[in-house]
């Protein structure tokens, strides 16, 4: 990108922001007002909403679908047993960071094809699309050798008792193959949100996780001729999901409209200047993700360590938070990609309305949600398992998470605003504040001092929010990220 393009010039007519569906011009007293936000008006904030709305509605119907679905597959593993549930808990944190290993490079990605595209300089967007793709390959790959191999012993690591140690490492091996094939749908959904296009990766998300419970059943019970494969049976599915979802998605880039589109006459070679550029703005990303996966890593371990009937119903707790937490990441995924266009069109005032409206959007789904798990919380737990001492403590951690979900939520929005302006530094400060002092040492200290067990946990888990949430605030409020380079 020029260095002219990160000039402020507040005098600018406002830009287009657009998505799939139709734009909408800013109002005209947008562009007259010194503070527009202090207006009131309500034509600016409606054309703001319609916007927001029209590029969060696929993220949010992808991301509460993929969770739907991931709860139907956990509800059907679950009814294996309280080990299989474990089994499968304990790989999610291994699988998780070494999957973020190309989502942290992805984030840096995301911020510059926005930046490209606001200012318009789509030869600089297919570059970087490229280079994201290739490191997905990469890191794929590597992730892929490393999870098989080690797999025993990993699992062994995060705690697992003896009756899960087999079923929870030939999980892992399958979980880690899969890794390949989702190292490019990653990349890709990131990229084609980047660039305003939600609508994509919703599909083919959706469609694989379909697959994954259409295949699931069979496999895990048996049907007709085909043999019941348990934990084995999920594992595979999962996989097929997978690839799936890969195809998918190298043909939706091959294809697409957008000028990021990727075609046989591009040049497929690294650019190691625009590489070293994506990442300083993912190193913040990569930092944020190691610190986070290690810390969860260690706090999973202090629960894991607490038996098999806690760890469920803390895995089972988690799964239904994913409803929440992917409400507050659609929209994330929403300020990451409007901050991005804006500043690259040089409305840095514009990126921090849309990112304020996002917040407001995000708490008003945040009560309802928090509601539904008050009230409701018993209902959903027997979705799962039949086991009473479960399904008690699955309560339990529901109600904790009702007071959870509206800091958890705002922290995922505004962290995305920041994520799109290159702000990777302090949504890294905000993740080692929260998950290492708050988190682990705290949960550590209510575990095994106090010996509050699967509450202490989780009181740990609301503090830590709580800490984020209001650092990530704190620096959106005072308007530095907003002046950075990329």
């Not at 299989?84 to 291994?94: D, H, L, R, S, Y």
């Not at 880690?176 to 989702?182: D, E, K, L, R, T």
């Not at 091959?254 to 046989?264: E, Q, W």
Request: glycine share 8%.
């Amino acid at each position: 990108m020029s260095s002219s393009s990160n000039n402020i010039d507040n005098d600018v007519e406002v830009p287009e922001i657009t998505t799939e569906a139709e734009s909408i011009s800013e109002p005209e007293s947008f562009q007259s007002a010194p503070d527009p936000w202090d207006t009131k008006d309500s034509e600016f904030r409606s054309s703001l909403r319609r916007k927001i709305i029209s590029f969060a509605w696929p993220c949010v119907a992808e991301l509460f679908l993929v969770s739907l679905i991931a709860m139907v597959s956990l509800i059907m593993v679950g009814h294996l047993g309280a080990y299989a549930i474990t089994a499968v808990g304990i790989t999610n944190q291994p699988v998780l960071i070494s999957v973020a290993v190309f989502q942290a490079f992805n984030v840096g990605a995301t911020a510059l094809v926005a930046r490209f595209i606001g200012a318009k300089e789509y030869s600089n967007a297919k570059t970087v699309v490229i280079q994201a793709l290739a490191v997905s390959i990469f890191t794929g790959t590597l992730m892929c050798i490393t999870g098989v191999y080690f797999a025993k012993s990993i699992v062994v690591a995060m705690g697992a008792q003896e009756d899960t140690v087999a079923y929870a490492e030939l999980y892992l091996k399958y979980m880690s193959v899969g890794i390949i094939f989702q190292a490019i749908p990653t990349a890709v959904s990131s990229l084609l949100r980047g660039a305003g296009d939600t609508k994509s990766p919703m599909r083919y998300n959706i469609a694989s996780n379909i697959i994954n419970v259409v295949f699931g059943y069979p496999l895990i019970y048996g049907f007709w001729f085909i043999p019941g494969f348990g934990v084995e049976g999920a594992a595979i599915a999962s996989t097929l999901a997978k690839i799936s979802a890969c195809a998918m998605s190298i043909y939706i880039i091959c294809t697409s409209k957008l000028p990021i589109a990727v075609t046989l006459k591009d040049k497929f070679r690294l650019d190691f200047s625009m590489l070293k550029r994506i990442m300083n703005i993912g190193i913040g990303a990569a930092g944020e993700q190691l610190v986070l996966r290690v810390g969860l890593i260690l706090f999973t371990k202090m629960v894991a360590d607490l038996g098999t009937v806690y760890f469920a119903a803390h895995q089972i707790g988690i799964n239904i938070n994913s409803l929440s937490f992917n409400f507050g990441q659609a929209l994330g995924m929403a300020a990451t990609s409007f901050t991005g266009r804006s500043l690259g069109a040089k409305k840095p005032e514009m990126a921090e309305n849309y990112c304020r409206e996002i917040r407001r959007m995000g708490m008003v789904i945040s009560i309802f949600i928090s509601a539904s798990f008050l009230f409701f919380g018993a209902g959903i737990a027997r979705l799962y398992t039949p086991d009473a001492a479960v399904i008690v403590n699955v309560v339990i951690i529901l109600r904790i998470l009702a007071l959870i979900i509206p800091a958890q939520n705002s922290q995922i929005i505004i962290a995305g605003g920041l994520r799109g302006a290159g702000d990777t530094r302090w949504t890294l400060i905000s993740t080692f504040c929260g998950v290492f002092f708050v988190r682990v040492i705290l949960a550590f200290f209510l575990i095994k001092v106090l010996m509050l067990g699967l509450v202490g946990a989780w009181i740990a888990v609301g503090l830590d929010q709580l800490v984020r949430s209001t650092v990530i605030y704190l620096r959106f409020r005072n308007g530095k990220w907003k002046l950075l380079r990329v």
